[in-house]
Structure formats: structure tokens, C-alpha cells
């Protein structure tokens, strides 16, 4: 399964973009409403498996997963942080505090949400999620695997803008935009990034368009 953004997005995305340069902290003053909607714009879902169940055999196994991934780019961040503050009547300074302690935590960050149906309901340990350019074939160089890290659930602006759904579990992935040396792991000329998870031998596949905020992430990261 693949999902791709609509032009729709990308012009709401090139919107939100405009409205933060004219204000070093734009996020500060954002309504609720603006913020969820900010936040729910990298928000995919999807489907990981087959549509039928043909099978006869490993009936044990889902027959396939309902697939959610939000890509928590600065945007996403500070739009969970600005309802964080609304609803707990935050200070700015506070409200800043759940931003820096969001992005200290990787390069950049996707909470996915996995509900298996039917079968025994259970997510294997070994399921995998790679990060890459779109349809780069297996064994080219330009794909990097996540790190699972569970411990980021404590992170409040790492939790998204809406409430849990507690048919999925939620896991929080971190993947390097630079490698060891600093130097970018994916191309300049790179439009879009495509979020690949599987489980068992199935894959469900998201892209999305590469925001200015992850190319400026990726630039800071690189002069460090």
C-alpha cells in the first residue's frame, strides 16, 4: 500500500510555512483550532497487508494493519505544545520547555499507530520501518532504518494533536537526518520522503513532501 499528499496539502503546508516567517514564535498565538489543524497535517493513514484474507494456513498471524503515521516535524511540534499550553494554561516559557525537550530527543521523529485485524492482535517485535526517498529499490544506498524508542511516550509534544485511539499502539520512531560525519544521509535535490513498515512480508508505505522546517533541521544538523 502507498499514500501520497495531495496538492492540497502542499499548498496549505507552503501557507503555514508564510505565516511563520513574519513572527520569530508564531505557535505562541495559535488558536486551538489552528494548532490541530497544523498538527494533523502530517498525519497519514494507511493500510499494511492485503484486503482479503485468502489464507489457509497462519490464520494465527492479522490479516492486515490499519497503518497511522504522523511525521512530528517542528510544525507538528509546536502545535502539540501550543495545546498542551491552552488546555494547562502553560507559560510561553513553559510552552517553549516542551518544544527544545521534543527536538533534543533525534534528528527527526514519527509517532505510527499499528492495529492489527483479526488474527491474534498481536504486533511482532521484528517489525521494521525504514525511511527513504520514494521507490528506491532494495539494496540501493539512500534508505536509513528507525530506532524504536518507546520511552519518547513521556514527551507531551512528541504525542500529537489529537487523543489516543486505543484500538492502535503507538510507537515513536527516531531516524538520523545526518550521519556520523554530519553529512546529509538523503540528497538535496530530494523532494519527497517515503515512510516504509512492515510486518511479516508485508508493507505499507507513506509519502510525503519534504517541509522547509526538516531541510533547515537538516542544515543546523550538518554545521554542528
Do not use: H
Not at 521494521?128 to 539494496?139: K, M, Y
Request: proline content about 5%; aromatic content about 8%; glycine content about 6%.
Amino acid at each position: 500500500m502507498k499514500r501520497v499528499f495531495s496538492s492540497a496539502f502542499i499548498l496549505c503546508l507552503l501557507a503555514f510555512s508564510a505565516i511563520a516567517q513574519t513572527s520569530p514564535e508564531p505557535y505562541l498565538s495559535w488558536s486551538a483550532a489552528q494548532a490541530e489543524q497544523i498538527g494533523r497535517s502530517m498525519r497519514v493513514s494507511d493500510k499494511i497487508g492485503k484486503r482479503i484474507d485468502v489464507r489457509l494456513f497462519n490464520t494465527d498471524k492479522a490479516i492486515n494493519y490499519k497503518l497511522r503515521a504522523t511525521w512530528m516535524t517542528a510544525e507538528v511540534i509546536r502545535a502539540t505544545a501550543r495545546l498542551e499550553q491552552l488546555r494547562n494554561w502553560l507559560s510561553d516559557q513553559q510552552t517553549r520547555e516542551l518544544v527544545a525537550e521534543a527536538e533534543s530527543r533525534g534528528d527527526t521523529i514519527f509517532m505510527i499507530e499499528i492495529d492489527p485485524r483479526e488474527g491474534s492482535g498481536v504486533i511482532p517485535l521484528d517489525w521494521r520501518v525504514i525511511l527513504q526517498p520514494p521507490n528506491l529499490t532494495v539494496g540501493q544506498p539512500g534508505s536509513v532504518a528507525g530506532e524504536k524508542s518507546p520511552q519518547l511516550r513521556t514527551v507531551k509534544a512528541l504525542t500529537g494533536v489529537l487523543r489516543r485511539d486505543y484500538d492502535y499502539d503507538v510507537f515513536w520512531v527516531v531516524f538520523p537526518l545526518v550521519d556520523k560525519d554530519k553529512n546529509p544521509v538523503f540528497k538535496d535535490d530530494a523532494s519527497q520522503l517515503q515512510l516504509l513498515v512492515g510486518i511479516y512480508g508485508n508493507e505499507g508505505r507513506i509519502t510525503w513532501p519534504i517541509p522547509e522546517s526538516v531541510r533547515s533541521r537538516i542544515k543546523s544538523l550538518s554545521q554542528k
